[in-house]
Structures are given as C-alpha cells and as structure tokens.
C-alpha cells in the first residue's frame, strides 16, 4: 500500500491509468490499441506544450535582506521566520546570515515567465520583495541580473527585467474564458530544482476569499504546484499563459491537489500598469460591499450589495445607497462582491463606469467616475 503523504494525491490518476492500460477480456485488440493511441496522444500534447512555453519560462534567484540584526531592531515577526512558512515561499534558511551592516539576510527562489522579447519578466511579489539582489537564469542556462520594474503585494503581482533581446516570449491567452475540467500545465522549477512540468484540470475559478492577497479571484488548479513553483506560469493545452502560479493549501506540509493561480488577465493589467507608473494605481469607487446568500440572489449570475458609502467618495457623488443591489458593471454581470471589488480596482482611476443597480424592486443604471484608491 503506498502511504506516503505526498503519493495519497496521486493515487486517483494513478489507478485511472493502470485500469486504461490492463486488459480488458471483452476489449477486441483493435479497441485495445484505441486506447493505448489516446493516451499516447495526450503524452504527445503535453509534450509538444512544454517545449513550446519552456524556453521563456525562468528560474529566478534572490538575496533578500529581512531585517536588522537585534531584539530591538528585528521587524521580522516569529511567525513569518517559521521554516515550513519560509519553504513555502522558496526560501532556504540553510543559507541564512548577515551581511556587512549586520542585517539580516536570506535567499529565495522562484520561477517566472517572459512577455516580451525584451526581457520583460512576470512573476510572484513574494518571490522578489526585499530582494537586493535578483538573478535570472533562463531556459538555455544565460544568467542575467534583473532589475524590480515594479511590485503590488495586494495581488502578489511583480514586473521585473533583464537587459536582454530577441527572448522567447510566452504568448498570453484569456482566463475569463476558462472552463472548469480544462487541462492545465505548471511549469516551473520547484526546489531549486531543473524546470518541470506538471499536468492537472482547471478545479475552479473566481475563487477568494483565500487569505492569500488583499486582491484575489484565483485559478484553482489540481496541477502540482510546489515551492519555488511561484511565479512560474499555468498554461492550457495551447502553451498560452492563462495564469501565474502562486500558493497551494495544504494541511501537511506536502502537495494535496489545490494549487492557485493568479488570472492571467488581472495580471496582465497590474502589468502595464508598473510598466506604466512603476507601481499599481487603483480605482475607488468608495462603498462597503457584501455577497447576498443564493436564495437573495436577484439573477442567476449574483449581485453584491451596497452596506456602505463612505463619505465624499465617488460612489456618494454618483447617488448609491446603502441597501442598492449592483447587478452589473459595463455590461457584463457581477458575480458576488469579490468580483466586484476586483473589477472596480483594475479599472483606471478617473475613468466613468455604468452599473445597474436593484433599488426597491426597480432597476436603475447609475454612471461613476471613479477615483484613484
């Protein structure tokens, strides 16, 4: 019996494709060789996907300086020096110690993914924050030191670059259209490790209320994502980039098939913005929002209800109310608060949204524009 922890997960596709391949005694030789096609098939794909997105997937490596050395000093709180924790993150306190000015300093690791080919890097915040020094290795072992363009911790979204040309580039798909039961590869270099490739479904999207970052709506995929996995890209079975592979929740230490990925369209718009401005500038719009339990729900698609308008703020000067159900923004249905919240944050400061609103049983669209948060 394999009972192992971290073997437990595998168990499932592991006896799917020992039934696949056994014999079948009422499975004709011809049905048989079917079988044995498909599977190859699908071995083909995945391999033909991994040698497409590889070459502009990196492994990046930093020096990180933590805090000052001293009681009185240290900013870094015990519970964040926890080791479990600091492996999570892709750092390795083995090489722990201080420098000159007796500061505190770690290493860390992680992946990331190029988008332009010249040398435009995405990956986690949290793979690069604090960092003083960040070195790149890219897919045919050139290293390159990169320089922070720009990180927001809300969403754990950072920008980086190398001063490099002609790079491959990992093309961008679109995660608002992701179905639940796609196919879904993590590729990146867990444990300090040689890049690899790991292969799941797409378990869920929109998902928040993680407790991960301040802005989540997270790509939750059964893709094994391990640490130094972070920052490295998800992409479907077309080698496009549908999201940036960030935590994985586990009550063991160890991978247990729920793995997050930050959207790639939410990212792709942090993105431009610390291109743009060097740091992520949100919109306001100013309100308190919660979801309304399934059977409040106005529509099949959600609503997220106003408990809250704060003072001065756009939404007191366009007319919301405390009470009002927001059905829709620019068109398109909102799904809960969270959804909401996220798609008013992306939208740039100062620029005008329309949202139909549910005000006593009457609907009534309402134009903002919006401030900068």
Same mark, same amino acid.
């Given at each position: 019996?394999?009972?192992?922890?971290?073997?437990?997960?595998?168990?499932?596709?592991?006896?799917?494709?020992?039934?696949?391949?056994?014999?079948?005694?009422?499975?004709? =030789?011809?049905? %048989?060789?079917?079988? #044995?096609?498909?599977?190859?098939? @699908? /071995?083909? *794909?995945?391999?033909?996907? +991994? $040698?497409? =997105?590889?070459? %502009?997937?990196?492994? #990046?490596?930093?020096?990180?300086? @933590? /805090?000052? *050395?001293?009681?009185?000093? +240290? $900013?870094?709180?015990?519970?964040?020096?926890?080791?479990?924790?600091?492996?999570?993150?892709?750092?390795? *306190?083995?090489?722990?110690?201080?420098?000159?000015?007796?500061?505190?300093?770690?290493?860390?690791?992680?992946?990331?993914?190029?988008?332009?080919?010249?040398?435009?890097?995405?990956?986690?915040?949290?793979?690069?924050?604090?960092?003083?020094?960040?070195?790149?290795?890219?897919?045919?072992?050139?290293?390159?030191?990169?320089?922070?363009?720009?990180?927001?911790?809300?969403?754990?979204?950072?920008?980086?670059?190398?001063?490099?040309?002609?790079?491959?580039?990992?093309?961008?798909?679109?995660?608002?259209?992701?179905?639940?039961?796609?196919?879904?590869?993590?590729?990146?270099?867990?444990?300090?490790?040689?890049?690899?490739?790991?292969?799941?479904?797409?378990?869920?999207?929109?998902?928040?209320?993680?407790?991960?970052?301040?802005?989540?709506?997270?790509?939750?995929?059964?893709?094994?994502?391990?640490?130094?996995?972070?920052?490295?890209?998800?992409?479907?079975?077309?080698?496009?980039?549908?999201?940036?592979?960030?935590?994985?929740?586990?009550?063991?230490?160890?991978?247990?098939?729920?793995?997050?990925?930050?959207?790639?369209?939410?990212?792709?718009?942090?993105?431009?913005?610390?291109?743009?401005?060097?740091?992520?500038?949100?919109?306001?719009?100013?309100?308190?929002?919660?979801?309304?339990?399934?059977?409040?729900?106005?529509?099949?698609?959600?609503?997220?209800?106003?408990?809250?308008?704060?003072?001065?703020?756009?939404?007191?000067?366009?007319?919301?109310?405390?009470?009002?159900?927001?059905?829709?923004?620019?068109?398109?249905?909102?799904?809960?608060?969270?959804?909401?919240?996220?798609?008013?944050?992306?939208?740039?400061?100062?620029?005008?949204?329309?949202?139909?609103?549910?005000?006593?049983?009457?609907?009534?669209?309402?134009?903002?524009?919006?401030?900068?948060?």
């Amino acid at each position: 019996m394999i009972s192992h922890p971290t073997l437990r997960p595998l168990l499932p596709a592991l006896l799917c494709l020992l039934l696949a391949l056994l014999p079948d005694p009422g499975l004709g =030789a011809e049905a %048989a060789a079917n079988r #044995i096609a498909t599977l190859a098939a @699908t /071995a083909e *794909a995945f391999n033909a996907v +991994a $040698a497409q =997105a590889g070459p %502009a997937v990196v492994y #990046i490596h930093v020096k990180k300086v @933590t /805090a000052a *050395a001293g009681r009185d000093a +240290a $900013a870094t709180d015990d519970f964040l020096d926890d080791p479990a924790l600091r492996r999570f993150f892709g750092e390795s *306190a083995a090489a722990d110690g201080r420098d000159r000015d007796g500061r505190n300093t770690s290493y860390g690791h992680g992946s990331g993914f190029i988008i332009d080919d010249r040398g435009a890097i995405l990956t986690n915040a949290h793979v690069i924050d604090q960092a003083v020094e960040i070195t790149v290795r890219l897919g045919d072992r050139r290293e390159f030191t990169a320089k922070v363009v720009g990180l927001d911790k809300q969403s754990d979204v950072a920008l980086i670059r190398i001063a490099a040309s002609g790079l491959p580039v990992l093309a961008l798909g679109d995660s608002a259209a992701l179905k639940v039961g796609e196919w879904a590869l993590a590729i990146g270099s867990p444990f300090e490790g040689v890049q690899t490739v790991t292969a799941g479904i797409i378990s869920a999207t929109g998902r928040s209320s993680v407790g991960i970052s301040e802005y989540e709506d997270f790509i939750q995929t059964d893709a094994a994502i391990n640490p130094g996995n972070s920052g490295g890209p998800l992409v479907d079975i077309h080698g496009r980039a549908i999201g940036i592979n960030t935590a994985y929740l586990t009550q063991t230490g160890g991978y247990m098939g729920v793995g997050f990925a930050i959207p790639i369209n939410m990212a792709r718009t942090i993105a431009q913005r610390l291109e743009q401005d060097g740091r992520m500038t949100r919109a306001w719009l100013g309100v308190g929002l919660q979801d309304l339990p399934p059977d409040r729900q106005p529509t099949a698609a959600g609503a997220a209800l106003v408990s809250r308008i704060d003072a001065g703020a756009p939404a007191a000067r366009s007319g919301l109310r405390p009470g009002d159900l927001i059905v829709s923004i620019n068109g398109s249905a909102v799904t809960g608060a969270a959804d909401l919240r996220n798609r008013i944050a992306l939208s740039p400061p100062g620029s005008t949204v329309t949202l139909v609103i549910l005000r006593d049983g009457r609907q009534r669209s309402i134009a903002v524009v919006l401030g900068e948060k």
